[in-house]
């Protein structure tokens, strides 16, 4: 009895030093796509799986996407290659370079534009915006058997999180199911994996239950031409992929191919350390589709917290020593019309006379130069950018009658000059005191990015028209948009919860630090993080 309690005691004490100094043999790194810091704060009392699991773990309840881009891609770019999207070039889903010779000039984050006969809707999916390593990249470049594989919902997901040299990068290219790059052969594992995917697709969706945490979400609110959201339980007919695509059956699938992938390949059986990163993509389609506070978001968080149970449990089961990270791209604001109904009556959606279309033809009219698209952008808030055909006098005039428009307008917050950002150091310091031109000067890159930054003041909701699509979205300077959970999880590593904001930029030299890759400082923005509680760390002497 005396030595089973020493052997014990002796176990209790051998697995945090196993923890701390041990590389995991495999790194599996979750984004889920706009799970706002308040989505993961408001259900933490009910998680009962994955993410659970997660929280007894190394918890940044306040992470932050410090820049004022809180979009998809850039997001996901900062996430493994520990920089800003002012570094990592990603500033934005979507930029516009108005040289290119094709007549879209829109240009998608993760495509090749060189590619003739494209467009930024039907393009080449491409790494090549990605302007610096990821951790798997780094991994490979130190080991090169090292095996890297990027899966998620969405092309820009894998893609921006794997890097060019992963050696397996899936997405769902629609409903024919998992795609990658142009010219890669399905392996068999993906073929089979694709099989169940149409085959699920093709049955019926009767919803799921309303666990007991959604009864009180449960009431529809009105968004006009007799459409409403709110108590969706996401039934759907046979076949049909959108609403597939904005339910909690993607993220399942995402994490079938996932858990199918570090089983085949090997990952985390070999001498060194493999890498996985994983894009569950649903909870964003949920947001936009239905918003954050209705039946809808309370489902998918809950299938999304059992679907990650059943994952870690099964790499616990193939016995794999492996360190989890989880966070998001971005955070996220529900629609104004639920707000409106909870104690935010000031909540509001954007005027049309601030796109880009509208500001085109009321500066045309005020300089006379009409006729010509004179402003790009994508949509009433972010990067404008000028006509590269104006004189220096017609840009100058057009500029000045632009900031004077949207100065005076009550809902700008802001709008700055390309370069008042410029002039503006990389901001350093703790992010949730950055001011908005800091922030703007994190997802700055001086040839991607527009020649105005337009910043709608908070709670505005940069959708004109709830009926014609989305409902709600993400993308502001605003900390709603900002903030993220940032958790870590490994077997018998020590719960500590740190409450001040840190960014998700730290994550890579964090994770690096667990398996002794050195990072050079100046080549990143983050910092390591010490997830060892009290004394002892896990980053490398400074
Ligand atoms: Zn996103």
């Not at 149409?198 to 666990?211: I, K, S, Y």
């Not at 858990?259 to 001498?271: D, T």
């Not at 996985?276 to 978001?297: K, N």
């Not at 990270?325 to 955070?331: F, I, K, R, S």
Request: proline share 6%.
């Amino acid at each position: 009895m005396l030595r089973k309690v020493a052997a014990a005691l002796l176990l209790a004490t051998a697995i945090p030093a196993t923890a701390q100094t041990t590389p995991p043999k495999l790194i599996v790194a979750i984004s889920v796509d706009q799970f706002s810091a308040d989505l993961f704060s408001e259900y933490r009392q009910y998680y009962s799986g994955g993410l659970k699991r997660l929280t007894q773990g190394v918890v940044f309840p306040k992470g932050y996407q410090s820049h004022a881009a809180t979009e998809t891609c850039p997001g996901h770019s900062t996430i493994l290659t520990g920089s800003r999207p002012s570094r990592t070039g990603i500033i934005a889903n979507t930029w516009f370079d108005l040289s290119i010779a094709r007549e879209d000039k829109a240009i998608y984050c993760a495509e090749d534009e060189s590619v003739s006969g494209s467009n930024s809707g039907d393009y080449v999916a491409s790494p090549i915006h990605l302007k610096v390593p990821t951790l798997g990249g780094r991994m490979k470049i130190a080991n090169p058997a090292t095996r890297v594989v990027s899966v998620a919902g969405k092309d820009r997901a894998a893609i921006m999180m794997g890097g060019p040299t992963a050696d397996q990068t899936w997405w769902i290219g629609g409903a024919q199911g998992f795609v990658s790059y142009k010219g890669v052969a399905t392996p068999p594992l993906v073929a089979k994996i694709n099989e169940a995917f149409a085959q699920r697709l093709t049955q019926p969706n009767a919803g799921f239950d309303l666990p007991q945490q959604c009864v009180a979400k449960d009431f529809p609110v009105a968004i006009g031409a007799g459409k409403s959201v709110g108590t969706g339980r996401f039934a759907r007919a046979a076949g049909d992929f959108k609403a597939f695509r904005a339910s909690p059956e993607q993220d399942a699938m995402t994490l079938v191919l996932a858990a199918g992938a570090i089983e085949s390949m090997g990952l985390g059986k070999q001498a060194q350390t493999d890498i996985i990163s994983i894009g569950l993509s649903a909870t964003d389609y949920v947001g936009h589709t239905y918003g954050t506070e209705g039946t809808e978001s309370c489902i998918q968080i809950d299938r999304l917290d059992r679907e990650l149970g059943a994952f870690f449990d099964r790499l616990d089961k193939d016995g794999i020593d492996y360190a989890v990270v989880l966070t998001a791209d971005h955070g996220g604001h529900d629609l104004p019309e639920r707000h409106r109904e909870n104690a935010m009556p000031m909540e509001s959606r954007a005027d049309e006379a601030l796109t880009p279309k509208a500001l085109t033809a009321t500066i045309g009219a005020k300089t006379g130069l009409t006729g010509k698209k004179l402003i790009w952008g994508d949509g009433p808030a972010g990067d404008l950018y000028f006509d590269k055909g104006l004189t220096a006098a017609q840009r100058a005039k057009v500029e000045a009658e632009t900031l004077t428009l949207l100065r005076a307008h009550p809902q700008v917050e802001a709008a700055y000059t390309k370069p008042q950002i410029a002039a503006v150091p990389s901001p350093s310091g703790p992010p949730e005191s950055w001011t908005l031109l800091q922030e703007a000067r994190a997802s700055f890159d001086a040839q991607r990015s527009g020649d105005i930054l337009l910043l709608l003041k908070p709670r505005i909701t940069p959708i004109v028209d709830p009926t014609k699509g989305y409902v709600a979205t993400h993308g502001s300077p605003w900390d709603y948009d900002r903030r993220v959970p940032i958790l870590f999880w490994r077997k018998g590593l020590t719960h500590f919860e740190q409450p001040l904001g840190v960014e998700t930029v730290d994550i890579m030299p964090t994770l690096a630090a667990l398996i002794a890759l050195p990072v050079a400082k100046s080549e990143i923005d983050g910092r390591c993080l010490d997830l060892v509680a009290g004394e002892g760390t896990s980053c490398p002497a400074q």
